[in-house]
């Protein structure tokens, strides 16, 4: 595996070692609006993702025991409800199947006292859209979630 950037596009174990030895927490944020924005759906790299669940979670299992994170955020602002927002996304049950997937075989592949977050949209986690409802099904696998 390609060692992941930290900070000026290089690893920086030094650096990760340093914030640990401190006492923080290092997290590897995997997706943000790079990969795709429901506000736009200009980019559609999550859709790629859909169905490998088991294949990604290994992935980034691998990256955070690799580099010493501890744990994985999934910064996920894309579409997960068919139409949302107007669009003519047509793949809300993949997407929804995605989220809980990834997260809940996170929590399996990574070492105890590892963390496992999510960080979508303010929008996206209101009573009464899918990603709240997927929210809830996989709480117990879920350390918090990030605004």
């Avoid at 900070?7 to 030094?14: F, G, I, K, L, N």
């Avoid at 980034?60 to 910064?75: C, N, R, S």
Wanted: include cysteine; aromatic fraction near 10%.
């Amino acid at each position: 595996l390609t060692p992941v950037a930290v900070c000026e596009d290089a690893p920086q174990a030094e650096l990760v070692a340093k914030w640990k030895a401190a006492g923080k927490k290092v997290m590897l944020s995997f997706g943000g609006a790079g990969m795709g924005g429901s506000w736009d759906g200009l980019n559609d790299c999550w859709e790629h993702c859909f169905g490998k669940e088991e294949h990604l979670a290994q992935q980034l299992a691998d990256i955070a025991a690799a580099q010493g994170f501890d744990g994985i955020d999934i910064d996920y602002l894309y579409y997960y409800e068919d139409g949302q927002r107007g669009s003519s996304f047509s793949k809300g049950a993949e997407a929804r199947t995605f989220l809980k997937e990834t997260t809940l075989k996170l929590r399996e592949k990574l070492p105890a006292g590892s963390l496992v977050t999510h960080s979508p949209a303010d929008t996206d986690l209101v009573r009464g859209t899918a990603y709240f409802e997927v929210m809830r099904e996989v709480a117990a696998s879920v350390d918090f979630i990030m605004p």
